[in-house]
Protein backbone atom coordinates (compact mmCIF):
# COMPACT_ATOMS: atom_id res chain seq x y z
CA UNK A 1 0.00 0.00 0.00
CA UNK A 2 2.22 2.97 -1.32
CA UNK A 3 0.84 6.71 -1.85
CA UNK A 4 1.63 7.82 -5.57
CA UNK A 5 5.12 8.13 -6.74
CA UNK A 6 6.92 11.18 -6.23
CA UNK A 7 7.19 14.23 -9.28
CA UNK A 8 10.13 13.39 -11.04
CA UNK A 9 10.74 17.14 -10.34
CA UNK A 10 10.53 16.77 -6.48
CA UNK A 11 12.83 17.86 -4.32
CA UNK A 12 13.12 16.94 -0.54
CA UNK A 13 14.55 17.25 3.11
CA UNK A 14 15.76 14.98 5.31
CA UNK A 15 13.66 14.72 8.00
CA UNK A 16 15.63 15.16 11.23
CA UNK A 17 14.88 15.97 14.83
CA UNK A 18 17.09 19.04 14.87
CA UNK A 19 15.02 20.60 12.02
CA UNK A 20 11.44 19.68 12.94
CA UNK A 21 10.52 23.00 14.38
CA UNK A 22 11.91 24.66 11.11
CA UNK A 23 10.42 22.23 8.98
CA UNK A 24 6.41 22.75 10.54
CA UNK A 25 7.27 26.83 9.76
CA UNK A 26 8.60 26.65 6.52
CA UNK A 27 6.03 28.57 3.84
CA UNK A 28 4.27 26.17 1.72
CA UNK A 29 6.01 25.00 -0.93
CA UNK A 30 9.93 25.29 0.19
CA UNK A 31 9.94 21.73 -0.07
CA UNK A 32 7.67 18.75 -2.17
CA UNK A 33 8.71 15.61 0.26
CA UNK A 34 10.35 14.57 3.41
CA UNK A 35 13.01 11.60 3.93
CA UNK A 36 13.73 9.91 7.46
CA UNK A 37 15.09 6.55 8.61
CA UNK A 38 12.39 4.28 9.79
CA UNK A 39 14.91 3.05 12.46
CA UNK A 40 14.74 6.84 14.20
CA UNK A 41 10.89 7.15 14.39
CA UNK A 42 9.30 3.66 14.77
CA UNK A 43 7.68 3.73 18.37
CA UNK A 44 8.34 7.43 18.74
CA UNK A 45 5.72 9.13 20.82
CA UNK A 46 5.63 12.27 22.92
CA UNK A 47 6.24 15.79 20.72
CA UNK A 48 8.58 14.67 18.42
CA UNK A 49 6.20 12.09 17.58
CA UNK A 50 3.50 14.13 17.23
CA UNK A 51 5.51 16.44 15.13
CA UNK A 52 6.60 13.72 12.61
CA UNK A 53 3.16 12.42 12.27
CA UNK A 54 1.58 16.30 11.56
CA UNK A 55 4.35 16.39 8.68
CA UNK A 56 4.10 13.27 7.13
CA UNK A 57 0.38 13.72 6.95
CA UNK A 58 0.93 17.00 5.17
CA UNK A 59 4.25 16.26 2.80
CA UNK A 60 4.79 12.63 1.29
CA UNK A 61 7.31 10.65 2.99
CA UNK A 62 10.55 9.08 1.45
CA UNK A 63 11.97 6.20 3.58
CA UNK A 64 15.93 5.63 3.81
CA UNK A 65 17.22 2.85 6.17
CA UNK A 66 20.01 2.17 7.90
CA UNK A 67 20.32 -1.36 9.57
CA UNK A 68 18.73 -3.69 7.25
CA UNK A 69 22.31 -4.76 6.48
CA UNK A 70 21.44 -6.03 3.14
CA UNK A 71 25.03 -7.60 2.38
CA UNK A 72 25.53 -8.72 5.87
CA UNK A 73 26.37 -12.29 7.20
CA UNK A 74 23.67 -12.70 9.48
CA UNK A 75 20.16 -13.99 8.61
CA UNK A 76 17.42 -11.00 7.71
CA UNK A 77 15.56 -9.99 10.75
CA UNK A 78 11.89 -11.52 9.57
CA UNK A 79 10.67 -9.00 13.24
CA UNK A 80 12.18 -6.12 11.49
CA UNK A 81 10.83 -6.28 7.95
CA UNK A 82 7.39 -7.05 9.43
CA UNK A 83 7.50 -3.69 11.95
CA UNK A 84 9.01 -1.77 9.16
CA UNK A 85 6.44 -2.42 6.41
CA UNK A 86 3.70 -1.78 9.03
CA UNK A 87 5.09 1.63 9.51
CA UNK A 88 5.86 2.13 5.53
CA UNK A 89 1.80 1.05 5.32
CA UNK A 90 0.84 3.28 7.92
CA UNK A 91 2.72 6.23 6.73
CA UNK A 92 2.27 5.58 2.99
CA UNK A 93 5.66 5.91 2.23
CA UNK A 94 6.44 6.81 -1.64
CA UNK A 95 9.51 5.48 -1.61
CA UNK A 96 11.71 2.54 0.89
CA UNK A 97 15.57 2.79 -0.23
CA UNK A 98 18.09 1.20 1.91
CA UNK A 99 22.16 0.98 1.20
CA UNK A 100 23.86 -1.58 -0.68
CA UNK A 101 26.38 -2.44 1.83
CA UNK A 102 26.87 -4.31 5.36
CA UNK A 103 26.25 -2.61 8.83
CA UNK A 104 25.88 -5.63 11.54
CA UNK A 105 26.37 -9.61 11.92
CA UNK A 106 25.36 -12.44 14.45
CA UNK A 107 26.79 -10.31 16.88
CA UNK A 108 24.67 -7.16 16.28
CA UNK A 109 24.62 -3.86 14.63
CA UNK A 110 27.47 -2.15 13.90
CA UNK A 111 26.53 1.17 13.47
CA UNK A 112 28.25 1.87 10.46
CA UNK A 113 27.94 1.14 6.37
CA UNK A 114 31.13 -1.25 5.11
CA UNK A 115 31.47 -1.72 1.77
CA UNK A 116 30.88 -5.57 0.35
CA UNK A 117 33.45 -7.61 -1.66
CA UNK A 118 33.04 -6.70 -5.13
CA UNK A 119 32.76 -10.37 -6.42
CA UNK A 120 30.56 -12.53 -7.88
CA UNK A 121 29.42 -14.39 -4.93
CA UNK A 122 28.21 -11.17 -3.22
CA UNK A 123 26.05 -10.30 -5.80
CA UNK A 124 24.30 -13.37 -5.88
CA UNK A 125 24.53 -13.37 -1.72
CA UNK A 126 23.09 -9.23 -1.58
CA UNK A 127 20.80 -9.92 -4.42
CA UNK A 128 19.06 -12.76 -2.68
CA UNK A 129 18.39 -10.44 0.00
CA UNK A 130 16.95 -7.60 -1.66
CA UNK A 131 14.14 -9.77 -3.11
CA UNK A 132 13.13 -11.38 -0.14
CA UNK A 133 12.84 -8.23 1.53
CA UNK A 134 10.96 -6.92 -0.94
CA UNK A 135 8.38 -9.70 -1.20
CA UNK A 136 8.58 -9.09 2.68
CA UNK A 137 7.97 -5.63 2.36
CA UNK A 138 5.44 -5.90 -1.01
CA UNK A 139 7.68 -3.02 -2.56
CA UNK A 140 10.34 -2.82 -4.54
CA UNK A 141 13.89 -1.49 -2.90
CA UNK A 142 16.44 1.18 -4.06
CA UNK A 143 19.88 0.51 -3.09
CA UNK A 144 22.04 2.80 -3.16
CA UNK A 145 26.11 2.82 -4.15
CA UNK A 146 27.42 3.87 -0.93
CA UNK A 147 30.60 5.79 0.24
CA UNK A 148 33.77 3.74 1.20
CA UNK A 149 36.93 3.79 2.08
CA UNK A 150 38.81 0.75 2.10
CA UNK A 151 37.86 -2.37 -0.80
CA UNK A 152 37.07 -5.89 0.77
CA UNK A 153 38.98 -8.73 -1.22
CA UNK A 154 37.10 -11.30 -2.31
CA UNK A 155 37.43 -14.57 -1.18
CA UNK A 156 37.53 -18.58 -2.53
CA UNK A 157 39.35 -20.23 -4.98
CA UNK A 158 36.80 -19.09 -7.67
CA UNK A 159 36.36 -15.32 -6.46
CA UNK A 160 36.43 -13.26 -9.04
CA UNK A 161 36.87 -9.65 -8.49
CA UNK A 162 34.44 -7.02 -9.95
CA UNK A 163 34.67 -3.16 -10.43
CA UNK A 164 32.57 -1.35 -7.87
CA UNK A 165 30.49 -0.40 -11.51
CA UNK A 166 30.12 -4.01 -12.57
CA UNK A 167 29.33 -4.90 -8.77
CA UNK A 168 26.46 -2.19 -8.90
CA UNK A 169 24.92 -3.29 -12.28
CA UNK A 170 24.91 -6.93 -11.53
CA UNK A 171 23.15 -6.15 -8.40
CA UNK A 172 21.03 -4.20 -10.13
CA UNK A 173 19.93 -6.85 -12.83
CA UNK A 174 19.38 -10.21 -10.28
CA UNK A 175 17.85 -8.54 -7.84
CA UNK A 176 15.68 -6.60 -10.12
CA UNK A 177 15.36 -3.55 -7.77
CA UNK A 178 16.06 0.52 -8.26
CA UNK A 179 18.86 2.32 -7.66
CA UNK A 180 19.15 5.56 -5.02
CA UNK A 181 21.67 7.40 -6.69
CA UNK A 182 24.25 9.58 -4.55
CA UNK A 183 26.01 11.77 -6.96
CA UNK A 184 28.39 13.02 -4.06
CA UNK A 185 29.48 9.37 -3.15
CA UNK A 186 30.38 8.84 -6.95
CA UNK A 187 32.54 12.24 -6.29
CA UNK A 188 33.85 11.12 -3.00
CA UNK A 189 34.99 7.43 -3.94
CA UNK A 190 36.40 9.05 -7.81
CA UNK A 191 38.38 10.83 -5.45
CA UNK A 192 39.22 8.63 -3.57
CA UNK A 193 39.66 5.39 -5.51
CA UNK A 194 41.18 7.13 -8.80
CA UNK A 195 38.25 6.62 -11.43
CA UNK A 196 36.67 9.00 -13.74
CA UNK A 197 33.22 9.72 -12.27
CA UNK A 198 31.63 10.78 -15.43
CA UNK A 199 32.32 7.49 -16.75
CA UNK A 200 31.12 5.73 -13.77
CA UNK A 201 27.76 7.92 -14.06
CA UNK A 202 27.32 6.88 -17.54
CA UNK A 203 28.27 3.14 -17.02
CA UNK A 204 24.96 2.99 -14.63
CA UNK A 205 21.30 2.02 -15.76
CA UNK A 206 19.52 5.27 -15.61
CA UNK A 207 15.99 3.38 -16.13
CA UNK A 208 16.80 2.14 -12.58
CA UNK A 209 17.44 5.97 -10.94
CA UNK A 210 14.09 6.64 -8.29
CA UNK A 211 15.42 8.86 -6.85
CA UNK A 212 18.55 11.20 -6.51
CA UNK A 213 20.83 11.93 -3.19
CA UNK A 214 23.01 15.27 -3.20
CA UNK A 215 25.35 16.21 0.00
CA UNK A 216 28.15 17.69 1.41
CA UNK A 217 31.89 16.37 1.99
CA UNK A 218 34.79 17.78 3.57
CA UNK A 219 38.10 17.61 1.54
CA UNK A 220 40.59 15.82 4.25
CA UNK A 221 43.69 15.62 2.13
CA UNK A 222 44.62 16.05 -1.47
CA UNK A 223 42.76 13.26 -3.12
CA UNK A 224 41.26 12.39 -0.05
CA UNK A 225 37.20 13.35 0.32
CA UNK A 226 35.35 12.35 3.39
CA UNK A 227 31.44 11.68 3.53
CA UNK A 228 29.88 13.84 5.70
CA UNK A 229 26.67 15.27 5.36
CA UNK A 230 27.79 17.76 7.02
CA UNK A 231 28.60 20.90 4.60
CA UNK A 232 27.03 22.34 1.83
CA UNK A 233 27.38 21.14 -2.04
CA UNK A 234 30.53 21.30 -3.34
CA UNK A 235 30.91 22.42 -7.27
CA UNK A 236 32.02 18.90 -8.19
CA UNK A 237 28.69 17.62 -7.17
CA UNK A 238 26.47 20.59 -8.51
CA UNK A 239 28.43 19.82 -11.86
CA UNK A 240 27.86 16.09 -12.19
CA UNK A 241 24.00 16.47 -10.75
CA UNK A 242 23.56 18.83 -13.61
CA UNK A 243 25.56 15.62 -16.02
CA UNK A 244 23.16 13.09 -14.13
CA UNK A 245 20.00 15.10 -14.98
CA UNK A 246 21.57 15.80 -18.67
CA UNK A 247 22.07 11.90 -19.07
CA UNK A 248 18.26 10.01 -17.49
CA UNK A 249 16.23 12.95 -17.57
CA UNK A 250 14.87 14.60 -13.45
CA UNK A 251 14.59 12.36 -11.11
CA UNK A 252 13.12 13.28 -7.70
CA UNK A 253 16.44 14.35 -5.44
CA UNK A 254 16.81 14.70 -1.87
CA UNK A 255 19.22 17.54 -0.06
CA UNK A 256 21.13 15.62 2.98
CA UNK A 257 22.19 16.77 5.71
CA UNK A 258 22.82 15.14 8.95
CA UNK A 259 24.71 17.79 10.98
CA UNK A 260 26.35 20.81 11.61
CA UNK A 261 23.26 22.55 10.09
CA UNK A 262 23.24 26.06 9.08
CA UNK A 263 20.73 28.28 9.04
CA UNK A 264 17.40 27.36 8.02
CA UNK A 265 17.08 29.81 5.03
CA UNK A 266 20.58 28.56 3.84
CA UNK A 267 19.42 24.94 3.09
CA UNK A 268 15.86 26.23 1.66
CA UNK A 269 19.00 28.14 -0.62
CA UNK A 270 20.51 25.00 -1.38
CA UNK A 271 16.69 23.37 -2.32
CA UNK A 272 16.28 26.16 -4.82
CA UNK A 273 19.93 25.28 -6.09
CA UNK A 274 18.60 21.72 -7.28
CA UNK A 275 15.47 23.45 -8.27
CA UNK A 276 17.33 25.59 -10.84
CA UNK A 277 19.23 22.26 -12.13
CA UNK A 278 16.06 20.59 -12.16
CA UNK A 279 14.56 23.28 -14.22
CA UNK A 280 16.91 22.79 -17.49
CA UNK A 281 16.76 19.09 -17.43
CA UNK A 282 14.91 17.63 -20.49
CA UNK A 283 12.22 15.96 -19.95
CA UNK A 284 12.09 12.41 -18.30
CA UNK A 285 12.50 9.45 -20.35
CA UNK A 286 10.47 6.71 -21.35
CA UNK A 287 12.84 2.98 -20.19
CA UNK A 288 13.87 1.46 -23.00
Not at 6 to 14: D, I, M
Not at 171 to 199: F, K, P, Q, R
Not at 226 to 233: E, K
Not at 238 to 244: D, F, P, V
Request: net charge negative; with cysteine.
Amino acid sequence: MTATPLHPRAVGLGLRRALLQDLLAAPEGSFDFLEAAPENWIGVGGAPGEAFARLVSEHPLACHGLSLSLGGPAPLDDTFLHKLRRFLDAHRAVLYSEHLSACGDSLGQLYDLLPLPFSDEAVHHVSARIRRAQDVLGRRIAVENISYYATVPATGTDARPLTELEFINAVLAEADCDLLLDVNNIIVNATNHGYDASAFLRGLPGARVACIHVAGHRDEAPGLKIDTHGAAVSDPVWALLAETYALIGPRPTLLERDFDFPPFDELLGELQAVRGHLAGAPAPRRAA
